[in-house]
Nanobody, 126 residues
């Protein structure tokens, strides 16, 4: 059993910053991808960013490139999403997820991810 627990969401004004964390516990593996997704009301869940926990390689959606930074601390089995220059359109529930694979490719489709956190709300006011 694997648990993913997100934290760090909240309410922020446009242009502000938030840092999300995702702590993985339970039967984890050394080689996997941690992904961040978000879902706004009435919209489909969309990929935000992913990181290969073994080598730190990253991938970003175009909509967040240059504003968001994903990172990880392997000693803590925790991933982070630093979100800067936030916009109202970033408002959503943010989920972290784990894709248990040795592949070097970072999947962007949610169906590839095996375990999910409960989500954390991010609200950006204009």
């Amino acid at each position: 059993q694997v648990q993913l627990v997100e934290s760090g969401g909240g309410l922020v004004q446009a242009g502000g910053s938030l840092r999300l964390s995702c702590a993985a516990s339970g039967r984890t593996f050394s080689s996997y991808t941690m992904g961040w997704f978000r879902q706004a009301p009435g919209k489909e869940r969309e990929f935000v960013s992913g990181i290969r926990m073994r080598d730190g390689s990253t991938y970003y959606a175009d909509s967040v490139k240059g504003r968001f930074t994903i990172s990880r601390d392997n000693a803590k089995n925790t991933g982070y999403l630093q979100m800067n220059s936030l916009k109202p359109e970033d408002t959503a529930i943010y989920y972290c997820a784990a894709h248990w694979t040795a592949s070097s490719t970072i999947a962007t489709m949610s169906r590839w991810y095996d375990d999910w956190g409960q989500g954390t709300q991010v609200t950006v006011s204009s």
